[in-house]
């Protein structure tokens, strides 16, 4: 019974680990990496790495932030991919050890990361905080350690964490000590003593609260890009994407509908076409009666939903709605 018991209470033994190990093995299997030897630390953090076919968007699906797009290819994707390319010039010029997408929420930071993970050719691994927090005391620092030697591993690699201010916010005297040990480790790792500028290990955060984050984690992001509200041209741009595959009435004025949509973000905006997209469905629902039976028919004959107005879009309701 005793040695029962310490098995439960065995950190490394728990049921959460032994799925999180299967999973990283058939992330790796994948990846083609099934013979690269891992510690049980990495093997959990493992779980974690994206693979790019389970993304679908790509750069030419993120609208009206073209600036950042080439910025972050020519200063993030190309130095971490061709190293020797840019060391050649100078040894000045290589991959920021970290970069950091801030802005007001909605504005299309969680999408350029996915975009970043699908089209960088690099590791991508997506940390939350509840990967590498433990209740068991030096299990996080441990576990932190094994996200940084797999990156290594692995590079060039991706750490990607998003709402990175409530995981590395400002330290305060009141912090748990555990979480400030966990702070110095992860810092430590990123770009400490031990660390090299050969590494390309790149940390990737995003927030909508950047004074919240630590001063010395602020420091170690020097690559920074601001992902504001779209202004008319970038508002004209994502409207378009996000109705390129949806019939439009020819008296749809795009431009009346880009003025309309003044202050709204990439999730309003996307909020705003599939609520339009979906009065023309209801608007069938209603003049049929629907029933299961109308609603099959329309199905089995090919039945044609009219196409999006003016009308259809409802600026006003998810504006209050955002606000």
Known sequence: MLRYVL?????????????AKSKS???LKRLGLKDLHLTEHETIIAAEVVHPDDISVRFEDVGGLDPIIVSL???????????????????LISAPKG??????????????????AKESG????????SVITDKW??????????????????????IFIDEIDTFLRDRARGDHEAMGMLKAEFMTLWDGLTSSDETRVLVLGATNRPEDIDPAIYRRLPKRFGVGLPDASQRQKILELMLRNTPLDPTLDMQELVRETVGMSGSDLRELCRVAALAPVQEFMRTSGGTD???????????KLRPLRIEDFPVHEVKDLAA
């Open 137 to 158: 005391f030096g299990e996080s620092n441990k576990l932190v350690d094994g996200l940084f030697s797999l990156a290594r591993k692995m590079q060039p690699s991706i």
């Open 73 to 91: 290819r020519e200063t993030v994707i190309y130095p971490l991919r061709f190293p020797n390319l840019f060391r050649s010039a100078s040894n």
């Open 293 to 303: 039976e109308q609603m099959a028919e329309a199905v089995m004959n090919d039945f």
């Open 122 to 129: 690099a590791t991508f691994i997506n940390i939350t905080a």
């Open 25 to 27: 093995a058939a992330v």
């Open 7 to 19: 098995n439960r209470l065995e950190p490394t033994k728990s049921e959460e680990r032994s799925g």
């Open 99 to 116: 970069v950091l997408l801030y802005g007001p929420p909605g504005c299309g930071k969680t999408m350029l990361a996915k975009a970043l």
